[in-house]
């Protein structure tokens, strides 16, 4: 009998924590590493949600709580749904959660079972292959092209449809591409949802990034569309566009209380409960007005940043990016400077084994971390099925503007410097 179960060699990761090793390698050299990485803001939780939450601490609201979430904190979460979809739910709809990470795993263990198909955008947030080859489901992605800003049509999804599918996943603001799904996208996609669907397959919707758009774009979800709301595991949270990822607050709202019972259900058996204290910030930072400036303040930073950084990567022989609508990554394609740095021909030299371990794409990735301290990720880092040929590095810009700048400049550094590369696969050896 063997000492680990056979399901963990099924079972993936998120490379933007992994290649923490490989940057604190470097850190360790001596090397100033600019983190371009980890999908986190630069800015830190608001004061007047900070207080919220020491007041209800030094006030002893310490203890457990309800597994499913304080009552004020799901009716908080439930008027923001009326609000920003247009949808009533009701607080026993909701199901809080730590982060926004585990109500992936509680969609895959509720609804899917082993060899049911699960639709999902490629590139996207890397957890959503992970579970679907931990639980035996056939994945079908779709693969995203740069050509349509990395969106999808309702024609694409339809013949990625069958008999089969029991779950598709939508992220919009996407990461890694910051891809946004129009209005009129979402329509379509419910129309064929309507027609070609089960009524009990489901529709995991990550709107983690809805505050996160640019160009005076306002947030769409399919949550909002006819037919939808009783089909769509809506999922938020505040890591991403309230910059409060360390509190772990995230939410789900389930199609039926049935449906929220079994998540309680997950909760009880994993977590207990979210601490109430940190709930109440929560709260607050839908019902205190002085919330959306905050919010204002640290997207025009954002913006600001992609209207510089994009201009500056297109100026770098080899790479193109688009513009991208939301979240807070670039995500350009280096196909050209794989071929500058003869980087493809590295990877074909390489041993069938070390394919394994990485891509094109993953060696520049490396490169330009051990040779010139610029942490990114690659595009296999965001879905590795089916991405053969598809050479990108995902940026993330919650940085300061003085290390993006010097961060691209390091890159630009970087594309000229094909000894450097050869030189770094003989001595490094990575991926032996």
């Known amino acids: 009998m063997a000492l680990l179960a056979n399901r963990l060699t099924n079972l993936g990761t998120e490379n933007a924590f992994k290649v923490g090793e490989d940057i604190q390698t470097c850190v360790d050299r001596g090397m100033d590493v600019i983190k371009f990485n980890l ?26 709580c309800d597994p499913a979430g304080i009552a004020s904190f799901r009716q908080a979460i439930a008027n923001h749904v009326r609000l920003s ?8 709809q909701v199901i809080v959660t730590p982060g926004a990470k585990p109500p992936i795993g509680y969609t895959f263990q509720t609804y899917v079972n082993p060899g049911d198909e699960v639709v999902y955008p490629s590139p996207g947030f890397p957890i959503y292959e992970s579970w679907v080859t931990f639980v035996g489901a056939t994945p079908v992605p779709i693969q995203l092209s740069e050509d349509t800003g990395f969106a999808f049509t309702a ?3 339809a013949a990625h449809l069958t ?11 996407s990461n890694p591409t910051g891809g946004v799904l129009s209005r009129e996208n979402l329509r379509d996609i419910a129309n064929v949802i309507r027609d070609r669907c089960r009524p009990d ?8 990034y809805e505050h996160i758009l640019f160009d005076g774009q306002k947030h769409h979800s399919i949550f909002s569309e006819e037919g939808m709301p009783e ?3 809506l999922v938020s949270g505040h890591s991403k566009g309230f910059a409060m990822t360390g509190w772990r607050l995230g939410w789900a709202v389930l199609p039926t209380t049935d449906e929220a019972a079994i998540f309680k259900q ?8 979210v601490p109430p204290f940190l709930q109440e910030g929560g709260r607050a930072a839908y019902e205190d007005p002085s919330t959306i400036k905050t919010v204002s303040e640290m997207v025009t930073a954002f913006e600001r940043r992609r209207d510089w950084v994009v201009p500056a990567l297109n100026s770098i022989t080899g790479v193109t990016c688009q513009l991208p609508k939301g979240s807070f990554y670039v995500f350009p394609n280096v196909a050209g400077v794989c071929d500058k740095l003869g980087i493809f021909e590295a990877y074909e030299a390489l041993s069938s084994t070390a394919k394994r371990k990485t891509t094109p794409g993953g060696m520049l990735q490396m490169f330009l971390l051990y040779r010139y301290g610029v942490a990114t990720m690659d595009r296999a880092s965001f879905g590795r099925i089916g991405s053969e040929g598809q050479h990108f590095l995902r940026l993330s810009i919650a940085n300061s503007m003085d290390d993006i700048q010097r961060g691209i400049a390091r890159i ?5 410097d094909s000894n450097g590369f050869t030189n770094f696969v003989k001595e490094e050896r990575l991926w032996d």
């Open 412 to 416: 630009k550094e970087a594309v000229d």
């Open 266 to 273: 997950l909760n009880i058996n994993t977590i207990s409960c």
């Open 39 to 64: 999908g986190a803001p630069d800015f830190r939780s608001a004061p007047h949600l900070n207080q919220v939450s020491i007041t209800e601490l030094e006030a002893g609201n310490s203890g457990y």
């Open 231 to 233: 089909r769509t595991v």
């Open 85 to 92: 979809r247009g949808i009533d739910v009701t607080p026993d």
């Open 201 to 208: 397959v489901r529709i995991y919707a990550d709107e983690i």
């Open 163 to 173: 008999e089969r599918t029991k779950l598709i996943i939508l992220c919009s603001p």
């Open 155 to 157: 024609e694409e999804l």
